[in-house]
T-cell receptor
Framework: NAGVTQTPKFQVLKTGQSMTLQCAQD?????MYWYRQDPGMGLRLIYY???????DKGEVPNGYNVSRLNKREFSLRLESAAPSQTSVYFC???????????FGQGTRLTVV | KNEVEQSPQNLTAQEGEFITINCSYS?????LHWLQQHPGGGIVSLFM???GKKKHGRLIATINIQEKHSSLHITASHPRDSAVYIC????????FGAGTILRVKS
């Protein structure tokens, strides 16, 4: 089992460019999440999907969109990247809201 | 005030020492999660608990729901324990602490 797979691992964007971060899990989990991690701050939830076909905003959704393509895949899109979106992004999945979460390896994104 | 506070923020220990990392929270929760993030960046789950105590190898996690407090203990610490330890609480949303940076010197 691969667990949670995120791509890409690193990305540099220019301000205004768009990109999609991909996430896939092979654990048949219902819930999937996107977080960002910034220095000195805890992980902050951007969007989550409690089950296939549903998505909800988290704590810091502005500037992002998501798609729960199927049960396995949950993508995060930046339509017009801004320097404030420079961060490390983590995808995670869990069987349900209150159950152990499994994390991807992270994507280090720099917006210049 | 953050809903989840971890202490200390940074901790340096000598190999073999007993280590305690604390997590206090201010909201009602259904469960608490301890996570470990290694220098390479990957995050792994250590424990998930809603009461009492759990042990796995040299790691012990305890929680006191009434006092809204949890501790993560590492016995006989080793340099490979060097990592960031993160506490997360499940209330009506999942909230993460800022993490404790642990460095164990040989």
């Amino acid at each position: 089992n691969a667990g949670v797979t995120q791509t890409p691992k690193f990305q540099v964007l220019k301000t205004g460019q768009s990109m999609t971060l991909q996430c896939a899990q092979d654990m048949n989990h219902n819930s999937m999440y996107w977080y960002r991690q910034d220095p000195g701050m805890g992980l902050r939830l951007i969007y989550y999907s409690a089950s296939e076909g549903t998505t909800d905003k988290g704590e810091v959704p502005n500037g992002y969109n998501v798609s729960r393509l199927n049960k396995r895949e949950f993508s995060l899109r930046l339509e017009s990247a801004a320097p404030s979106q420079t961060s490390v992004y983590f995808c995670a999945s869990s069987g349900s809201w209150v159950s152990e979460a499994f994390f991807g390896q992270g994507t280090r994104l720099t917006v210049v | 005030k953050n809903e989840v506070e971890q202490s200390p923020q940074n901790l340096t220990a000598q190999e073999g020492e007993f280590i305690t990392i604390n997590c206090s929270y201010s909201v009602g929760i259904s469960a608490l999660h301890w996570l470990q993030q290694h220098p390479g960046g990957g995050i792994v789950s250590l424990f998930m608990l809603s009461s009492g105590k759990k042990k796995h190898g040299r790691l012990i996690a305890t929680i006191n729901i009434q006092e809204k407090h949890s501790s993560l203990h590492i016995t006989a610490s080793h340099p490979r324990d060097s990592a960031v330890y993160i506490c997360a609480v499940y209330g009506n949303k999942l909230v993460f602490g800022a993490g404790t940076i642990l460095r164990v010197k040989s």
